[in-house]
């Protein structure tokens, strides 16, 4: 027999392909597909190094220090049972590589000027749209469309990210939620940093914040 078990009062996530920043616990839950797993690792400034973050911060262990960082992702490529459109709401997730964006999301980038000197920048598994060398480029999709106070319904059984769009994190029904962030210290030299479109809630001067929004039940 069997037995099929529905997340979050039989809330699936929502259609379409996107990435999710990844959590110290993993990825959500999904019903009727499988997350996809990969890494981006930012050789950040090796002078001085100063990368920052919140505290707390539930990103996976080990993946970040003072020196160098990486960003670990939770892809849908695939479609599961049950979904629905992303409801109106202030959020963003990144743009799944070689998609496009879910309906109505607007898409943007943020361009890292990592470590010149010997630079040991590397990628793994299913990583966001992007361009990853000695530098990285990481596009995602965003949309403000409603009142980030009014609850939305994601599966509520798991913890989970989404990206901070405005000033306050969006509310989601059955879940606490916490800002977080995390500054990367890029390269000091002839820096060149930058963004376009519609991103996070992020500051993009010599070194780069993003903000994070954590869900927990």
Not at 5 to 13: D, P, Q, R, Y
Not at 105 to 111: P, V
Not at 118 to 141: H, L, M, R
Not at 191 to 210: C, E, K, L, M, Q
Request: charged share 25%; hydrophobic share 25%; net charge negative.
């Amino acid at each position: 027999m069997t037995i099929l078990l529905f997340s979050g009062e039989a809330v699936n996530w929502p259609r379409g392909n996107y990435v999710l920043p990844e959590t110290s616990s993993g990825c959500p839950e999904g019903t009727g597909f499988t997350w996809r797993t990969g890494g981006r690792h930012h050789d950040t400034e090796d002078r001085d190094a100063s990368n920052s973050w919140s505290s707390p911060l539930h990103f996976p262990s080990g993946s970040y220090g003072k020196n160098n960082m990486k960003q670990q992702f939770c892809s849908k490529k695939e479609n599961g049972n049950g979904e629905q459109d992303w409801p109106n709401g202030q959020y963003c997730v990144f743009k799944a590589g070689g998609r496009t964006c879910p309906s109505n999301f607007h898409e943007g980038y943020i361009y890292w000027d990592d470590e010149d000197d010997d630079n040991t920048n590397w990628q793994f598994g299913a990583v966001p749209t992007g361009e990853y060398s000695k530098n990285t480029k990481i596009y995602y999709c965003c949309r403000s469309d409603g009142d980030a106070q009014n609850e939305i319904e994601l599966p509520a059984n798991r913890n989970f990210y989404l990206l901070k769009r405005g000033t306050i994190c969006q509310r989601v029904k059955n879940m606490k939620v916490f800002d977080e962030h995390f500054s990367w210290d890029c390269e000091d030299h002839d820096n060149a940093n930058g963004s376009g479109g519609v991103t996070p809630s992020s500051i993009v001067n010599r070194n780069i914040r993003v903000d994070y929004c954590y869900y927990t039940p």
